[in-house]
């Protein structure tokens, strides 16, 4: 059993499990390394309330979480889609409400991005 510091993190931005528990455990480890904050994680995030598996209010404790973690480090080729999909989630209050309209349309901006991501890396 290998032991690794930043594995509650990741299972954190991975959404691994329980919410509750991801972020208790978070908090509690002391992380070793960072972990980064990818397009693929808000997306995978955005996806779970469309699917019903979760609800916007835990996609909101989610990106509280994600955001306010000292060692998770956002992406910087796409920092400002993803800072802004964290701080728009995190802070309902201080944009909209988060709701499934809401998630989808955050998949479409994200799966628009990851798609123009993939041309222009062929080009």
Known sequence: MHTNGSRPLEDLVHWNGELSDLIRNARR????SIVTFRRGHALAAAEKVTAGLVGP????????AVHFENCVDVDEEHQDLLTQFLVEISTPELFEPVTHEVCQR???VLQT????GAEAAEH
């Open 29 to 32: 480890g002391e992380p070793t």
């Open 106 to 108: 955050w998949l479409g």
């Open 113 to 116: 991005s990851m798609a123009s």
């Open 57 to 64: 209010s835990q996609l909101v404790d989610w990106a509280q």
